[in-house]
């Protein structure tokens, strides 16, 4: 052990506790396994170094005391989830019968890769690996199934495409708009799209940016030009809900708030809000990666009422 071999170490220390339990050679043997971080064997060791320790009024029993405490705060343990109900069973580890009572209660093992095994008459053979890392806490649930059960358990076909009604909706997506509103004026923008499964649909967020530009009269004053370039930049924000009455469909509503901002060369820059009523008709492709649709936003800014409709199309990665 003093040159590192800690393998070939721990081996004859093994075999010398075999044949002789004494204090020493257990207190060898846990240091040994601690520093191949075996720590479940190492902190064993030590405890049954400690209970030899009392019963043979060893003085060494403190410090074995004392290392086996240092180890249990970092001990990696493994919980065998059993059904103790099914007569007959019994459960390996690592090819190893274990013992019906560290069944369902969390066991200090070393950290390294377990196969946990269960067999029960009248029940197909179950398997499972497990790996348990340092200071970790593992769980395997043993799932026997009866063969009479597989015997007459049919399994049903798979489900087709676009049956359920959310199969179809992902969860973010970037498209672009164009469209027209009640004041004739053309429109261009992009969008973005978040969507929150609810029971029954979903929760659309919606962000968009849209551009407009056109000729219009400016200024009353005849020494000003009467027509003027404006360019109108349209921000919103809204969140609709989605009724999703199949997967390829979907038709939605909301609120939203906005601002727009005029800008031409005679009265400069222009920034007002608005409140809006939002309203969308969308169908779904490519198994809802492509999504276009209808939009329709109707703003209330003041006294003044405007709809904007756009028809975009959106990807959803």
């Known amino acids: 052990m ?4 800690f393998e070939a170490a721990c081996d004859r220390f093994e075999r010398s506790a075999r044949l002789v339990r004494k204090v020493g050679t257990l207190l060898n043997l846990g240091d040994c396994y601690e520093r191949r971080r075996k720590l479940a064997s190492a902190w064993h060791t030590f405890d049954e170094a400690a209970v030899l320790a009392r019963q043979t009024s060893d003085p060494r029993g403190a410090e074995a005391t004392r290392r086996a405490q240092l180890l249990k705060p970092h001990l990696p343990y493994l919980t065998i989830v059993a059904d103790t109900s099914i007569p007959g069973l019994a459960i390996r580890k690592n090819a190893t019968v274990i013992d019906a009572a560290t069944w369902n209660v ?14 029960a008459p009248g029940y197909a053979p179950w398997s499972a690996r497990e790996v348990v890392e340092a200071s970790g806490n593992a769980r395997v649930t043993v799932a026997l199934v009866a063969v009479a059960d597989r015997i007459a358990h049919v399994e049903p076909p798979p489900v087709p495409p676009h049956t359920s009604r959310e199969s179809s909706l992902r969860d973010v997506g970037l498209g672009i708009v164009a ?11 992009a969008m973005a799209l978040a969507n929150l499964a609810v029971p029954g649909g979903a ?13 219009d009269d400016v200024a009353n004053d005849p020494t000003l030009p ?6 109108t930049y349209y921000v919103n924000i809204g969140v609709d809900y989605f009724w999703v009455p199949t997967a390829p469909v ?3 509503g909301g609120l939203g708030v906005g601002i727009e ?5 005679v009265t400069g820059y222009d ?35 405007t709809l904007h409709g756009l028809v975009g199309i959106a990807w959803f990665p």
Request: hydrophobic share 35%; charged share 20%; proline share 3%.
């Open 203 to 215: 929760l659309r967020g919606v962000f968009s940016a849209v551009y407009s530009r056109y000729e």
């Open 271 to 305: 920034l007002g809000s608005a409140l809006q009523l939002r309203a969308s008709a969308v169908g779904r492709l490519r198994d809802g990666h492509v999504e276009a649709g209808l939009h329709l936003q109707c703003a209330f800014a003041g006294s003044e009422v």
């Open 2 to 5: 003093r040159a590192g071999q």
């Open 250 to 252: 979907g038709i939605g």
């Open 226 to 231: 009467q027509l003027e370039t404006i360019q």
């Open 261 to 265: 901002l005029d800008h031409d060369k």
């Open 106 to 119: 969390p066991i200090a093992v070393d950290p390294d890769t377990y196969v946990i095994e269960a067999s």
């Open 179 to 189: 469209g027209s509103n009640s004041r004739e004026r053309p429109l261009i923008g």
